[in-house]
Structure formats: C-alpha cells, structure tokens
C-alpha cells in the first residue's frame, strides 16, 4: 500500500500552515517556481532538490525527506499477532479510509474505530465470526470516518458509541481517564486534536501472547505524516509528541488512512518530527 502523503502532500500541507509563500519554498529548495510547483504536484523532480534548507523554511526534518523521496516505507505488518484485530477498508469520495474491528476471542464480544463508507464488510464480518458489537469509537466526526454510522447502529441498535466530541450526548463522550474492558482487551483513550477539535486515539491493551498495544489514531498520525492541521499544526505536533510518542516503540499503529506501521517507525522516520 502506497503512503497515504507523497512527498508533494507533506511539502504543501507543511507550507499552507506555516504560511510560506510557493516562491519562497522553491527559493530556499533550489528550484525555479516552476519545478517545486511540479514537486509538489507529482512528487518528483529531475534535478536535486536543497532537502535540508527546505525543510528548515518548512519545519520539516530535511533528512527524512530525503528519505521519503527516495522510497522510504514501514515494515510490513504481520497481523496474525493480533488474532482479533481486522482493517477494513473501503472507498468513497475519491479516498480509501480504514475502519478497525477488535473482538474478545473467548466473549466474542466485539469494538468497531470508525465505520468507513461502506457497512456491509463489517456487518459480514461480525455476522460470519459470530460477534456481539458492543461499542463503536469515533477517532473524529469527519464525514470519511462516520459515513456508515447509521446503517450500523441500525443493524446494532443497542452498541454504545464513544466520541471526544463535545456536541455528542452526554453519554456518548469519553471521560478522562476512563476505560473500557471488553473481555480480556482493555481499551483506553488519548486525546489528540489538531487535524479535528474532536480528534481521539483509542488504545487496545492486554493481547493474547503480549502482543503490543494497537494505537488507533484516526487522522492525528499517517505512516510518514501527519493529518493536514493547518493553523492547528504546533497542536497536533504537540499531542502526538505528549500522547502518541510516549506509547511504547512496538506500538502498532492503526491510522484512518493509508498502511499501519510502529510507533518506533514513526519516531525515526515522520518528516514531521526531529
């Protein structure tokens, strides 16, 4: 799977917030206007590209740029560590955006993260491995995230949902410091914002086999980038250092699109971070 930001989404997403002009990017880059117009659009360009100064102006890690530019990707993900987790991705809008489903193995009791587009995938998923959904998590109340909503709680009338969103009912917010048990898997949240004023990671601990915790972070972290913050970006920049760095490093990391990868993965290598 492709990175959910090329080199050219970093590069405009990160010059839109600190509000560099497309010249001075090109200027301090190396390039004609007319070439960084060309990096940001397709993400290559034929000449070399100044990484360093560029992503001083921008306040990018340069050299993980670089890296990005030439190919970087996160490992692949053996998921048959955690038995009783499933992506599900589904397509709408002109983007893909993934929906995670976890479940107890001895309970069957069972939490969807975001819903996607399309129900039917996780509607055939909890009927064929015989679940009872118990809780949906919204990561945030964007429309990619909650397009399937409905039809779900439809189907699911009596699931509890849980948002970090303070127009939500009463019932339905998340509480400092609460958690919830679902089976042997403990679920807890971090709050996250800036891409969303209402942005939430859910954590799931305590796996079978000590597999590693599954941070499920919606849009605040890609593999490689972040979610667009624009006047948020020192914000979300923040509460992923706060919140999502101080995870341990084997942290999988579940983001709203594009592939998983580690916490470690992200520390050393997202452009975003020194």
């Known amino acids: 799977m492709n990175l959910e930001d090329s080199i ?23 390039l004609s206007p007319e070439l960084y117009q060309q990096l940001e659009s397709t993400g290559r360009v034929n000449v070399p590209v100044g990484w360093e100064a560029l992503g001083s102006r921008l306040t990018l890690n340069g050299s993980r740029l670089r890296k990005q530019y030439d190919g970087w990707l996160p490992k692949p993900t053996d998921l048959s560590r955690w038995r009783e987790l499933r992506v599900i991705t589904s397509a709408g809008d002109d983007m893909t955006v993934n929906a995670y489903l976890v479940w107890d193995e001895a309970t069957r009791d069972a939490a969807l993260f975001d819903t996607g587009f399309d129900p039917a995938p996780i509607l055939n998923l909890i009927a064929s491995n015989q679940l009872a959904l118990r ?35 009463v019932e339905q917010r998340n509480r ?9 898997l403990r679920i807890s949240h971090r709050d996250t914002p800036g891409h969303a004023d209402d ?34 970006l020192e914000l979300a920049r923040q509460k992923i250092r706060e919140q999502l760095f101080s995870l341990p490093d084997p942290t999988l990391v579940c983001p709203g699109h594009g592939p998983l990868s580690t916490m470690i993965e992200e520390k050393s290598a997202n452009p975003w971070f020194d």
Request: net charge negative.
């Open 8 to 30: 050219g989404d970093i590069l405009r997403k990160a010059r839109i917030s600190t509000e560099t002009a497309l010249g001075d990017a090109a200027t301090v880059a190396g």
């Open 135 to 169: 809780h949906i998590f919204i990561t945030h109340a964007h429309p990619d995230h909650v397009a399937a909503l409905a039809p779900i709680r439809q189907a699911h009338p009596k699931v509890r949902l849980h948002s970090g969103s303070r127009h939500a009912p």
């Open 176 to 184: 400092p410091d609460d958690f919830i048990v679902l089976g042997s």
């Open 199 to 232: 942005g939430v990671t859910y954590i799931v601990g305590n796996w079978p086999d000590d597999a590693p915790h599954v941070a499920i972070v919606g849009d605040a972290l890609f593999a490689g980038s972040i979610g667009g913050a624009r006047e948020h």
